[in-house]
């Protein structure tokens, strides 16, 4: 089984069951809902103990508790076709160049971590239409600058 087909097992699953993510996340626990369903489809992978639930969760073989636990090949084809997935990739074709200055301005020359990162999101409601609202928070890693003299800063944190 590749885990493309273990993932449209799990879909098959939730919905033959009629289950929504936020059961689903609840009964397995023990982490953000956002990596839960992310391992489901995927791209994140389950620690054993979140595996184990997961598996008796949704009746799956050894082999397939074992595959939720494995590091995935990670990412899509670029750009997104799906619509909203799109809305995210324009959001930083568009406002990317204006969050990186800004970020570099306030913590200097590094980057945001997409790994030491929590992301949040809920619904505000609003008369003209639901909004959705996310948080994102990903640690600052800053550019270290190797090959340094004496005198010349290690890393790239905001020089005062």
Do not use: C, H
Not at 57 to 77: A, C, H, I, Q, W
Not at 89 to 110: H, R, S
Request: without cysteine; proline residues 7%.
């Amino acid at each position: 089984m590749k885990r493309e087909e273990l993932t449209e097992k799990i879909l098959d699953i939730k919905r033959e069951k009629g289950w929504n993510w936020k059961y689903i996340t609840g009964e397995i626990g023990g982490m953000s809902e956002v990596l839960i369903v992310g391992a489901l489809l995927g791209q994140m992978k389950l620690v054993k103990p979140l595996a184990e639930k997961a598996a008796a969760l949704f009746d799956l073989s050894e082999n397939e508790k074992r595959m939720l636990n494995e590091v995935p090949y990670r990412g899509t084809p670029m750009p997104p076709t799906d619509p909203l997935i799109y809305r995210f990739y324009e959001m930083v074709m568009v406002n990317g160049p204006a969050w990186k200055a800004l970020i570099e301005e306030e913590f200097g020359d590094g980057i945001m971590s997409a790994i030491d990162f929590n992301i949040e999101f809920e619904r505000e409601p609003n008369p003209k239409g639901d909004r959705v609202k996310i948080a994102m928070s990903g640690k600052f890693l800053p550019y270290k600058y190797y090959g340094n003299e004496q005198g010349i800063p290690d890393y790239g944190f905001k020089e005062s």
